[in-house]
């Protein structure tokens, strides 16, 4: 059985289609991600599936619930914990009174356990929250009531490394719990560690639903690599190179020297490298033992470039090398 | 049940005691005047001269009496005009306003029917109305005495009890306004415009052959001063006012169960 299944899903605002024809299905017991860059559709689907707004074509279910059937939905709803992306709260109400109002129509038999372990200022009013505690009250709210599917619309954005930390921590948890969750977000790396399938959907249509691993392993690391050599193209010679340019920066390599206090500030060409990188790191330390490292930035590729090496507009992969 | 009553309305328990301080130290202005204004000037003679158009906006009878005093300065002012535009505006704020801050979306996924959040959140305008107009009475009354005049309690209590129906229309008249709005100013802007825009046909329109216009302004159906000076309580009026306000609130909300929330 599906916790949601989205079928068809199109959404026209005037002539701009925020979802088209949009098909992809949560399974129960899974933490899904939704991944796009920022004014995709996410939040577009997110809304309809949460019957916030009715679909131009297509439809939905949400715990089997159709979306244009109401108290089906209401009913569905008691077992669904939903946190907007900017969750906005009466200004002027503390946490507490705002937590009470949802307890007394959904229920809280969590809330003390998750306010152990967000640490809401529920005494404040929401005046004087900052965008993180804001978001923690949300995260509060979304799963106090013990519900099995968790709706989230970008629900690490305003936390900080350590809350994003307990978070990921937290939805691990949920998931063992046998909990569904739908969350969506723009930061690949931040699904990465909680997601068993991610759906990518770009410019209102998806790209690919597929497990994290495999995405993963395609999309690569981006790597940054300045050496102290004159290197060409040619001579990069690592399986599983894409993207890659190389650029000569001699001065920049006297300053550094110098710094250093190496005393041998001879005008050595000076080479960075940038690529993404999707072969096994042991090949990428091997080529770069043969050189003066001075620099090596390894890290998780951004989003659109993923979607530029795998999904772009005809861009193939530049594979460099081959017969390391 | 009434869950989101209870929480509203607990929420506006401090404006409308504001609101009631406000129109109650009007009030004691108004009766403190009386005495001195009755006596020094015939204020008969001078409504006389005034233009039947604007005696008829204020349901200006008698000035002369302090229940035509009151009707005129008080209740067609402060009841007709001040409070049907306060309630408009409010209620032009309890979808608008939540859709506009993002709020709206956190009610939405709730258990809960979208007609239960219109409606109860309609009912917290209950409280000002409440407070309002059992407060208000009582301090009318006992400031009347306090001057050594009389007032018939019987037509103070219907010009309370009548203005009820006319305040849950002019409410409605907001409601639909910020079901039809995304953005609150625009709302509110409509819902007070209507409902200022309506008083004004009413008044304009008397005496004239347009007369049959003022039929659509809730003004129309409650007059203060026919209530105070000559007892004459339009009940009719009150039902009609009713069943203005219910048709307006169901519009609102089938208006509100179809509406895309932005």
Redesign the interface.
């Known amino acids: 059985m599906s916790a949601i299944t989205v079928s068809g899903l199109t959404k026209n605002y005037d002539g701009v289609l925020a979802n088209d024809d949009v098909s992809f299905e949560v399974a129960e017991g899974e933490v899904f991600g939704y991944l796009g860059p920022n004014g995709a559709g996410k939040t577009t689907t997110i809304r309809t599936v949460m019957g916030f707004q009715s679909p131009t074509d297509g439809t939905a279910t949400l715990l089997d619930a159709d979306i244009h059937d109401e108290p089906a939905m209401v009913a569905a709803k008691e077992r669904v914990g939903y946190l907007p992306a900017n969750p906005g709260f009466d200004e002027n109400a503390t946490g507490q009174a705002i937590l009470d109002l949802h307890a007394s129509l959904k229920g809280d038999s969590r809330r003390a356990e998750l306010l152990d372990l967000f640490d809401v200022p529920i005494a404040r009013k929401i005046r004087g929250y900052s965008t993180g505690q804001k978001q923690k009250l949300g995260l509060v709210q979304a799963f106090m009531h013990d519900p099995d599917l968790v709706v989230m619309d970008e629900p690490t954005a305003g936390l900080d490394p350590l809350m994003q930390q307990r978070f990921n921590e937290f939805v691990r948890d949920e998931k063992r719990a046998g909990k569904t969750i739908f969350l969506s977000s723009h930061v690949l790396s931040e699904v990465r560690r909680i997601c068993d399938r991610v759906g990518i959907i770009r410019n209102g249509r998806m790209v690919t639903v597929e497990g994290v691993e495999d995405l993963l392993h395609r999309s690569g690391k981006f790597v940054r690599l300045r050496v102290a050599a004159a290197l060409s193209e040619r001579e990069i010679t690592v399986d599983g190179v894409h993207d890659l340019s190389v650029q000569a920066v001699d001065e920049t390599y006297a300053e550094t020297a110098i710094a250093a206090g190496s005393g041998q500030a001879d005008s050595e060409t000076v080479t960075e490298l940038t690529f993404t990188y999707t072969g096994d790191f042991d090949s990428l330390i091997d080529f770069a033992d043969d050189y003066h490292v001075l620099e090596l930035d390894v890290e998780e590729a951004p989003l659109e470039q993923v979607f530029m090496q795998f999904y772009g507009e005809a861009d193939e992969p530049v594979a460099a090398g081959g017969d390391a | 049940m009434f869950?989101?009553s209870r929480?509203y309305g607990r929420?506006r328990v401090k404006g409308s005691a504001a609101l009631t301080a406000g129109l109650a130290i009007l009030t004691g202005l108004y009766i403190y005047l009386f005495p001195s204004i009755s006596s020094s000037i015939d204020l008969d003679a001078y409504i006389q001269s005034m233009p039947p158009a604007l005696r008829a906006a204020f349901g200006i009878q008698s000035l002369n009496s302090i229940e035509g005093f009151l009707a005129a300065e008080l209740y067609a002012f402060g009841w007709v005009l001040l409070l049907g535009l306060y309630l408009a505006y409010a209620a032009a704020s309890l979808v608008a306003d939540?859709v506009e801050?993002?709020?709206?979306?956190?009610l939405?996924?709730?258990?809960?029917?979208?007609s239960k959040i219109l409606l109860e959140k309609f009912s917290s305008l209950l409280v000002p109305i409440a407070v309002a107009n059992v407060v208000l009475p009582v301090f009318v009354y006992f400031g009347v005495v306090a001057i050594g005049e009389t007032l018939s309690v019987a037509d103070l209590v219907m010009v309370h009890l009548l203005s009820v129906p006319y305040l849950l229309t002019t409410a409605a008249i907001g409601l639909v306004a910020s079901v039809l709005f995304d953005r609150t100013s625009l709302a509110q802007r409509a819902a007070m415009g209507t409902v200022f825009g309506l008083f004004l046909v009413d008044s304009v329109v008397t005496n004239t052959d347009f007369a049959v216009l003022g039929a659509l302004s809730p003004t129309r159906y409650y007059d203060p001063a026919a209530v105070l000076v000559e007892s004459q309580w339009d009940v009719t009026g009150a039902f009609l006012l009713l069943l203005a306000a219910l048709a307006l609130l169901l519009l609102s909300r089938t208006l509100f169960?179809r509406k895309?929330?932005?």
């Open positions: 869950e989101f929480y929420r939540d801050d993002g709020r709206m979306d956190m939405l996924a709730l258990p809960v029917s979208r169960q895309d929330i932005a």
